[in-house]
């Protein structure tokens, strides 16, 4: 007999629990009066799409997973090398500099053997593999596509915008829900998120991208209820990754290292600083070490650094003083208004590249970057879950309704109130 048993999950990336409401997103609304409704839901630290992933994947915080930023320091021959999490090739430098990818197993590790996982993903290459970063499932992308034991498979032809987020979610429904019906079927879709980071907060095109993100929502939903009707037992669950903050100014950590007493050890790869948007990791080799914890004060002085966070108060982020991060800088907040009348301007982290001040970005621990929205349609109709929840219980809640064991994950399975 078919697996019939199944989970699906649909991820509306960047799509924070505010905007979900009547005028903005009549089809979550809609979902809201079928599914239960996390009222109190929570990202993980960093607010980055590729951490993000990797907790959603493993329903492990990063302390446990490993997987610090969307752009994180290595230590290759005794230097910190920051390295983007979002290229194609990052997991081989990951595996070379640390021997593995994720420190803790994923869903479709845990599926691999009892109805497999097939992931969509259309947002960056490194956040569609960190869903299955050792190849258990399959992960279709546009860079390129594996099957289990990492076969290459045709990349998925789709174009990374509101057009290809549709493609891909045709093609999911017909050929994954439709057809393969693994036991695990996810979708992340990269709007309103990559929107988003080129546009205001609240803007009409905003609420064009909502508008896209809720069109692809919808087919799910209708490919899903044919499959209950024809008894396929199937716990559906729709969410976001993080929200949006809005970007004020721009600052280079590392220059400002340099400029204030680190110039040599910036240099020699003793000190680094990974921008995380809105946050930024810093780095330091043991020679490094003393010296910028020497300099973490006046960090905390400057107008930029909203909080300077090291051993207990990322440990109660669920994020770790370990390999090589030595504190995270949360950059400032000014609560003002943008034109559109979304409140908070922050700093951001400067990556290399033009930064786009007006626009949206996250990473941080402001108030819309750190609230994602979760619903879980499990056939019980309208509810709740009203304690305080995180992107790491949708794994245990995806293993309680497959039957898989609950060990391991730092996530609990969800329950109505
Ligand atoms: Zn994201």
Redesign the pocket.
């Known amino acids: 007999m078919a697996m019939s048993r199944r989970a699906v999950f649909v991820c509306c990336?960047?799509l924070g629990r505010d905007w979900v409401r009547p005028d903005k997103t009549p089809v979550l609304e809609g979902l809201k009066r079928r599914a239960a409704w996390c009222e109190d839901h929570n990202g993980v630290f960093p607010s980055?799409?590729r951490v993000?992933a990797a907790s959603i994947a493993t329903g492990c915080q990063p302390a446990r997973h490993g997987l610090q930023g969307n752009r994180m320091g290595l230590l290759e021959g005794e230097r910190i090398v920051v390295r983007d999490v979002g290229a194609p090739d990052f997991r081989t430098h990951l595996r070379r500099a640390t021997g593995r990818t994720l420190r803790t197993p994923t869903l479709a590790q845990r599926v691999a053997d009892a109805g497999g996982c097939i992931a969509y993903s259309n947002?960056s290459p490194g956040a569609a593999y960190f869903l299955d970063p050792d190849n258990h499932g399959h992960v279709h992308h546009r860079d390129g596509s594996f099957a289990p034991g990492g076969a290459s498979l045709d990349a998925l032809a789709v174009t990374h915008d509101a057009a290809g987020d549709w493609a891909m979610t045709e093609r999911f429904c017909e050929d994954v829900l439709g057809r393969a019906r693994p036991a695990v079927a996810m979708l992340w879709l990269c709007d309103p998120?990559h929107t988003l980071h080129g546009v205001p907060l609240g803007s009409p095109d905003h609420d064009q991208a909502l508008r896209g993100a809720e069109r692809c929502v919808e087919a799910v939903v209708r490919a899903v209820d044919r499959l209950r009707a024809a008894g396929d037992d199937i716990l559906m669950m729709v969410g976001s990754?993080?929200g949006h903050e809005t970007i004020g100014d721009v600052i280079d950590v590392e220059a400002w290292l340099s400029a204030n007493g680190l110039a040599d050890l910036v240099e020699s790869g003793d000190v680094a600083s990974a921008g995380q948007g809105t946050s930024a990791l810093l780095y330091a080799t043991e020679r490094g070490r003393g010296r910028l914890l020497g300099v973490l004060d006046a960090i905390a002085r400057q107008p930029w650094a909203g909080a300077v966070l090291t051993d207990a108060a990322l440990a109660a982020a669920g994020f770790a003083a370990q390999d090589g991060v030595v504190a995270a800088v949360d950059l400032a907040r000014d609560p003002a208004p943008n034109p559109f009348g979304v409140p908070g301007r922050r700093w951001v982290a400067y990556e290399g590249k033009p930064v786009p001040v007006g626009s949206g970005q996250h990473g941080g621990r402001g108030p819309d970057e750190t609230r994602p929205f979760l619903l879980v349609d499990d056939g019980g109709g309208a509810g709740r879950v009203g304690r305080a929840t995180s992107l790491v219980d949708i794994a245990p809640t995806i293993a309680r309704h497959l039957g898989l064991s609950l060990d391991g994950f730092d996530g609990r399975p969800l329950e109505r109130s």
Do not use: P
Request: proline share 0%.
């Open positions: 990336d960047g980055v799409t993000s947002v998120d990754d993080h």
